[in-house]
């Protein structure tokens, strides 16, 4: 009955020790400064026109893609007549942004953010939410200083489940990744209460009903010669599917870990800790299907 355990693929980030800047006096630290500044001005500028396709982007996305609010949150900004565009207040749902168009929020120019993706191994305990009213703690505390960029979890994990979660600012990848139906590969690790007997496991590699449907898995291994460590492939998105299969059977499952997310493991990230994805990662995610 024993299958042998997942095969996992890794991939691995080294970081360049940072150069020590020489001294400068007061004058050059303020005229580069102000150079700087420029820069950075020119530079946004440059990225927000190159960001915007040619035919345009609706303004509630672009102000999602800018950091300031969700897409739902920036229908009701513009509703409300607090956006403009080049200094005209607009309230229309379907307006478009061109590359040229400089949008206000609150009297403020803004620019679409750079693409942020990031990579977290999440602990136990923490709430895959943006916010929580009642104060506990989020995964949001475990990212906060990641980048200056807002950021969102893709998905959620249980707060007592551990492993992979990728945060990003880049809906259009939010969007494919969340949507019915794709075939995002999750492998998760699986400590129970008790030995799995056979019937169950058998049960689980042919499909389990659940209330609201089959559930089903691509691989089931077991891991352990105590058979109380189990190895589950999925592609499904079930809400907390995994969980409930084996409340179903009648197991409980003392530890749940997410080992492999859409191609992304956790070689080298330690449990509490992120990392930016690299270039390649980022690019195998937008390709997937």
């Given at each position: 009955m024993a299958k042998k355990p997942f095969k996992k693929k890794y991939s691995s980030e080294k970081r360049l020790p940072s150069k020590k800047q020489p001294r400068r006096d007061v004058e050059q630290e303020e005229t580069s400064y102000k150079e700087v500044k420029k820069k950075k001005v020119m530079e946004d500028q440059a990225r927000a026109e190159e960001k915007v396709p040619s035919d345009g982007i609706r303004l509630n996305k672009y102000l999602a893609n800018s950091g300031i609010c969700s897409r739902r949150e920036a229908d009701q900004l513009i509703a409300e007549g607090k956006v403009k565009v080049n200094k005209k207040t607009i309230t229309e749902m379907g307006y478009k942004v061109m590359?040229?168009?400089?949008?206000?929020?609150?009297?403020?120019?803004?620019?679409?953010?750079?693409?942020?993706?990031?990579?977290?191994?999440?602990?136990?305990?923490?709430?895959?939410?943006?916010?929580?009213?009642?104060?506990?703690?989020?995964?949001?505390?475990?990212?906060?200083?990641?980048?200056?960029e807002r950021i969102y979890p893709v998905g959620r994990l249980d707060k007592n489940t551990t492993g992979l979660l990728l945060f990003t600012n880049d809906g259009d990848l939010v969007k494919k990744l969340t949507q019915p139906g794709n075939k995002l590969r999750k492998i998760y690790q699986i400590?129970?209460?008790?030995?799995?007997?056979?019937?169950?496991?058998?049960?689980?590699?042919?499909?389990?009903?659940?209330?609201?449907?089959?559930?089903?898995?691509?691989?089931?291994?077991?891991?352990?010669?105590?058979?109380?460590?189990?190895?589950?492939?999925?592609v499904m998105g079930k809400n907390r599917m995994v969980r409930r299969i084996f409340e179903h059977l009648g197991y409980e499952i003392e530890k749940l870990d997410r080992t492999l997310y859409a191609g992304l493991t956790k070689k080298d990230l330690p449990r509490g800790k992120w990392r930016f994805l690299k270039e390649k990662e980022i690019i195998n995610l937008k390709h997937m299907r």
């Open positions: 590359p040229k168009d400089t949008v206000y929020f609150e009297g403020n120019p803004i620019t679409r953010e750079k693409l942020v993706y990031v990579l977290l191994n999440k602990p136990k305990g923490f709430l895959t939410t943006m916010d929580d009213p009642k104060e506990r703690k989020t995964v949001m505390d475990l990212v906060s200083k990641a980048c200056e400590v129970l209460n008790k030995p799995i007997e056979e019937k169950d496991f058998l049960s689980i590699e042919s499909g389990l009903t659940l209330d609201d449907g089959v559930a089903r898995v691509e691989k089931i291994a077991i891991l352990t010669p105590d058979f109380t460590t189990i190895g589950i492939e999925i």
